[in-house]
């Protein structure tokens, strides 16, 4: 996400107004929110995607009408399966360093 914010900062900095991929960055965006679970943040990269893609190509093009619906509902973008996944993943992981944890510290006291 701070290499989609940093591109974005790049663009404006260099005054390129390309809005097709300012677009892709802010998707890409919205897709790394998904996958770290942060739903709020990804809506703010479809929202952001949505205005480019407006300016871009006009209101009833198939990405504006794809991002404008993923500022609804990001749960009908594939990450959003994986962000449980992903959630899922992370708690057994938790789990098993806190079971080897207290297994190791059994072993040397």
């Not at 009908?76 to 057994?92: C, I, L, M, Q, V």
């Amino acid at each position: 996400e701070r290499s989609v914010k940093r591109v974005l900062k790049l663009f404006d900095q260099e005054g390129l107004h390309l809005l097709t991929w300012r677009k892709l960055h802010c998707l890409s965006g919205m897709e790394f929110a998904l996958r770290r679970g942060d739903v709020t943040s990804s809506i703010r990269w479809a929202r952001k995607g949505y205005e480019n893609a407006k300016l871009a190509h006009g209101e009833h093009h198939r990405d504006t009408m794809y991002l404008a619906a993923l500022m609804k509902d990001p749960s009908s973008h594939p990450d959003f399966e994986y962000r449980t996944e992903s959630a899922k993943n992370w708690g057994t992981w938790v789990v098993a360093m806190c079971v080897l944890f207290v297994i190791l510290t059994v072993a040397y006291v």
